[in-house]
């Protein structure tokens, strides 16, 4: 029982023993204009209306003397003089085993028709940023179950990648694979903005009963509020963290960040930001960072976390884009080209890198990954060459071997989204094909 009711005293030690009042003077979009009540940037609070609902909320700023506020779902039957009641705290997630398994809303409520999960205790959703001391170096490889990504992108426990790709290019069947494959202890995934059709479609298909079991799912849809849409990626990376605080290898992929981060522009500029970049605020940039240092390799536990990032028109130069890829420790590249090949998972490996691979690696599997990637360069050079009929054989060795190497390669990176491989398996295949050719 006092387990149980330790999260309670928890909230009553730290809750401030009186409350704070203000009144709304007006609504504009999703924020809403009061005076008063004396809050912080971040802290809760609560707007009753005129029909005794409650109208839970989050202070995003300052307009003068002024506080606004965001309502966490809607400002419908929100009225001039409702009364705003700043509650002294921040926003929270609750956290436990009792989670795996489960589908949740950004607020840790179930959506899965299962009966409510009662956590153990609960974590700030802003988390707690460690000491780069405190990180311990990434030297242990983490199996994704891709073989394209084992062999020649090879990510370490820890790692931070991003997937990078346009819309319809095969993102969310790719984590899917991860999800069911990979060597981790716990799976937290994370669908920010997503659409809600899509929802049971991902749960059912990509994901499956197999991957389900194991991983956690937190989901906003489109339709909800920038507040929550962001408040995902932060419970996500909240349960992860306190899953790696008890010595678990967590894997967390949060679909996508390119919607985590409209929804911190959209809060941003209701709060008065300057747009910057593509109308993105100066604050974005800066929960973007947060939210990716929150993963990464610790003395007890880790979070690798693979983060889906949405290329307008394939734009590799987007700010976005750009601002993510110097904060991950490396990036896959999805081509819309081999997808309309049908060549599944459609990696550009030649865009893509993994920057601690040398890490990870033993020298023999370098060497033939690189090798590998060689004869891929090679034949990437002269490919318009070779199409148009204008190459003719044994004028370039190299050419040469790399057109012999074309097929074989093609077969070795293509795998079917059912396929399971381990890492052995990959690593074996890749020394049969790099001693084949």
């Not at 991957?211 to 990626?233: F, K, Q, Y």
């Amino acid at each position: 029982m006092t387990r149980l009711l330790e999260r309670y005293y928890g909230r009553i030690m730290h809750k401030q023993p009186w409350l704070w009042h203000g009144y709304v003077l007006k609504s504009v979009g999703q924020t809403v204009e009061s005076s008063g009540p004396l809050a912080s940037v971040g802290e809760c609070c609560e707007i009753h209306d005129q029909n005794g609902r409650v109208h839970a909320a989050e202070v995003i700023g300052f307009r003068g003397n002024h506080v606004l506020s965001m309502p966490v779902e809607t400002v419908q039957g929100i009225r001039y003089g409702d009364m705003v009641e700043a509650l002294g705290v921040r926003a929270e997630f609750g956290v436990g085993p009792v989670l795996i398994g489960r589908v949740l809303n950004a607020l840790g409520l179930p959506i899965d028709d299962a009966p409510c999960p009662m956590p153990a205790s609960s974590l700030p959703l802003e988390g707690t940023l460690r000491s780069p001391l405190e990180r311990t170096p990434i030297r242990v490889p983490l199996a994704t179950g891709i073989r394209s990504i084992d062999a020649l992108l090879t990510v370490g426990r820890g790692q931070r990648v991003g997937i990078f790709g346009g819309s319809g290019v095969g993102k969310s069947t790719l984590i899917g694979m991860m999800t069911r494959n990979t060597e981790a202890d716990i799976t937290v995934v994370c669908l920010v903005g997503e659409r809600g059709r899509e929802v049971a479609e991902f749960l059912d298909g990509p994901l499956g009963v197999e991957g389900r079991a194991r991983s956690i799912v937190v989901v906003s849809t489109s339709d909800e509020s920038p507040l929550l849409r962001m408040r995902a990626a932060l419970s996500a990376t909240t349960i992860a963290e306190y899953f790696a605080g008890q010595g678990k290898n967590v894997l967390l992929v949060v679909d996508s960040l390119t919607r985590f981060a409209m929804a911190a522009r959209e809060i941003g500029l209701a709060a008065g930001e300057p747009p910057t970049a593509k109308g993105y605020t100066p604050s974005v940039f800066a929960s973007l960072a947060r939210l990716v240092e929150r993963a990464g390799h610790f003395t007890t536990g880790s979070i690798t976390a693979f983060y889906t990032v949405l290329m307008e028109g394939d734009d590799q130069q987007d700010p976005l884009v750009d601002a993510a890829r110097s904060l991950l420790d490396g990036h896959v590249v999805l081509s819309r080209d081999l997808a309309a090949e049908g060549w599944y998972p459609p990696i550009a490996i030649l865009e893509s890198i993994s920057r601690l691979m040398p890490a990870v690696t033993t020298p023999e599997h370098r060497e033939q990954a690189g090798f590998i990637r060689r004869l891929m360069a090679t034949y990437a050079r002269s490919e318009d060459l070779v199409r148009i009929g204008a190459y003719k054989s044994g004028a370039d060795q190299d050419l040469d071997r790399a057109l012999a190497a074309r097929a074989s390669t093609r077969t070795f990176l293509m795998q079917e989204a059912s396929e399971s491989v381990t890492f052995e398996s990959t690593l074996q295949k890749l020394a049969s094909l790099a001693n084949e050719l």
